[in-house]
């Protein structure tokens, strides 16, 4: 079975590599649409008046796109290659276009925003390239410290552009830069899933002026997937002020919507005769390293060199792509954030390897979500070569994902060695999504994981509907296959929401059958039933300097199977925005938990079976994180099965300048139960220090008193090439402050280089 799916992946990939390219070869324009473009006025200087917009052309408008229809830009060919360094001195930019009619999504919707803000766009056979000017009246107040690639820039002043590249208001591309060109870049899929850790070759400059500030971008055709038999793709751009928390959009600026929401975007015309990049790209590497290990009965020291293929990347289609890994290597994976789990169910932690992270939410399939991660998910790729949190070896790996027409799809086998955990397993997992009407998907999931004649295997439906712009309906329908189970149980989900600015409503169902059991997902809890409502109403009043008022409130009721209670919860809340970006959130929940059979927590403290009736109210208040030194403290008081339990949690980021920053967080419970009173700490300080952005820096230290560990984990990263070739070289160590291995620690010291080769 793992051979034949392995087999079965690569033919596929190998026959759309050749019909993608006969596909793409037939496309042709059959005729192209008159310009739009406006007249444009002559510009003397090329500086950053060069983007000022003649009178009657692109002037600020305080009509919502919405009402006067989608707004458009022309992208202009040029036969000439921009230089890209933020000065705008080429005279093909006069050519271009100019918009500037921004308006505020936040803090006032609708109204002009306070800083003028410029776009224009040009391509040639290659490249598209797009260039703002941002005035700014006052120049030394922009924030500029972020120099991480693919860093969120929260912190930052920034622009950032999404590009709809088919056209299909569901999927696209994200690219965002700061004052100092640091770069963003990230997959959209479905108007709610984003991908960060895409990464392509793009280029960015900016620049500071005594206008405000300049931005340069250059992205190369072939690190995106479109049409080549079209001519219009859906853009938008936006803006954030940070100083005064503003945020301004191009076409997307009503509230209750998101800049990810490209079904709100504007229309980018003119583009003609875009021809199919097709691109392959060998990622091989080399590593090595040494390592202590003292944390056992027998000591001892390893020493190993190793080499494999990262990533050997085929551009099948301009929309679909092939992915293979052999003897995968992740040395330079940061460790998992120690935690403190209270509860007697699992905790989930998310991915955090690159092989697994690109194109992930092509996989998804589930129920729930949050901080705590889903309720239930049929792909979790976190169960392929690691258990407990130790690494087993990835003999290969292989995926294609995409779209093809108006399918999305993932396919994936991963196979992995032997090791003293246990023999080898195949894992497969392949998804498909169909669009339908104007922004609604239905699709499948399969999975099997084998190892010998034991297998697991899981069949879904599901189906997401959007209605009216802000309601949603999904569901999903999943059975599982096991060669251990005589049975096939079942899983069910259902819900509804509306969800927009000022109002929320939603309505929830999951039953999970008691032996449903997938060894590629996570299911926090088995033999439920969860029923839920809630609604939330969202006011923004115009007093006390307060940007919005979030009143929710919400009820769970959770049976088994057969409908014995197994417990109810409802709650109530109210988080105050401000304008200053500060927020500040109180609540307060009401439980009732039915516990089976007992569970330990903390150092063998036991809670015995029974019925537990608990309230505990909680607080929290954050501080806006553009300022140099923020923080968030959360607080929480209440009932704990039986007992009490208080808990403290505050965190911040101090960022001394560019380079600096430092992250640290501190989570304290008490805990008094009939059987027993602990505490628990855990303790962690993240730092990064970033010579430029190609030198970067990092470390975590962490310490967690439940399990009396103290770990380290520093890394330097050097992005020499392309801004996707690495030197890493990593530290870590994992000390014991108590029990029987108390004062000893293992170390590892681990160097890792890769070199891509494209063509």
Sequence with gaps: MARLSFLIITTICVVYAFAGVAVARQKTEDARPQSSRGQTSEIAS????????????????????????????????TGVRMFIDA?????????????????????REGEPASQRTVARILYDDETLYVAFMLFDSDPSRIIASDLRRDSSMRTDDTIELVLDTFHDSRNGFIFRVNALGTKYDALLRNENEV????????????????????????????????????????????????????????????????????SQAGDLVGLYDLKLARRFRLTPYVAGGTAQFNQTDLPFNDSNGDFGIDNFRVQITPNLTADLTVNTDFAQVEDDSERVNLSRFSLFFPEKREFFLESEEN????????????????????????????????????????????????????????????????????????????????????????????YNRVVGLDANFRFLEHMRVTGFAARVDDSRMEDSPWSTSLSAEWNSDRWE?????????????????????????????????????????????????????????????????????????????????????????????????????????????????RTSIRTYSARRLSGRVSISAGDYFGGTRYSLSPSGTLRFNQK???????????????????????????????????????ALVQYNSLSGRMSVFARLNYVYRGGYDNIFLVYKQSRMQEGVYSGLSDRALLAKMTYSFDF
Excluded: C
Aim: aromatic residues 10%.
């Design 505 to 617: 409503l939603g309505a929830s169902y999951l039953r999970v059958d008691p032996d449903f059991d997938s060894e590629l997902g996570f299911i926090r809890r088995t033999d439920i039933v969860q029923r839920g409502i809630n609604a939330g109403w969202n006011p923004r009043p115009q007093w006390g300097g307060i940007r919005q008022i979030s009143i929710g409130a919400n009820v769970d009721y959770l049976t088994d199977t057969k409908g014995e209670l197994l417990g109810r919860e409802q709650g109530a809340s109210v988080y105050f925005s401000f304008e200053s970006g500060d927020g500040v959130s109180v609540g307060v929940d009401r439980e009732l938990d039915r516990v089976g059979s007992a569970f330990t927590v903390g150092p063998d403290v036991v809670i015995p079976a029974g019925d537990y009736s608990m309230t505990t109210f």
């Design 660 to 698: 600096l920053s430092l992250s640290p967080r501190y989570t304290y419970n008490t805990i008094d139960l009939p059987g027993g009173a602990f505490e628990t700490h855990t303790v962690s300080l993240r730092s990064s220090y970033n010579f430029s952005d190609q030198w970067l820096t990092s």
């Design 195 to 262: 991908n960060s850790d895409w990464d392509e070759q793009w280029e960015a400059a900016a620049r500071i002026t005594d206008e405000g500030w300049v931005v340069e971008i250059a992205i190369p055709f072939r690190a995106l997937r479109y049409d080549t038999g079209a001519s219009t793709w859906g853009i938008d751009f936006q803006r954030q002020i940070r100083r005064s928390n503003e945020e301004v959009a191009w076409s997307n600026n009503r509230r209750g919507f998101e800049f990810r929401n490209v």
């Design 363 to 454: 996989f998804a399939f589930g129920s729930g979500g949050g901080w705590g991660g889903p309720s239930l998910s049929l792909f979790n790729s976190r169960n392929i070569g690691l258990v407990d949190g130790t690494s087993v070896p990835i003999t290969y790996g292989a995926k294609m994902t995409g779209k093809i027409s108006s399918t999305s799809l993932g396919v994936m086998n991963v196979q992995t060695g032997d090791s003293k955990l246990g023999s080898g397993q195949n894992y497969t997992a392949v998804r498909a999504k169909q669009d339908v009407f104007g922004r609604s998907t239905i699709g499948g999931i399969f999975t099997n994981v084998q190892g010998g004649n034991d």
């Design 87 to 107: 000065v705008l001195d080429e005279p093909e930019w006069q050519d271009a276009d100019p918009i500037n009619d921004f308006l505020q999504r936040n803090p």
């Design 46 to 77: 090329p500086t950053a008046a060069d983007f000022d917009t003649p009178s009657g052309v692109g002037s600020v408008s305080l009509v919502p796109a919405s009402i006067i229809g989608t707004k458009k830009i022309d992208a202009v060919r």
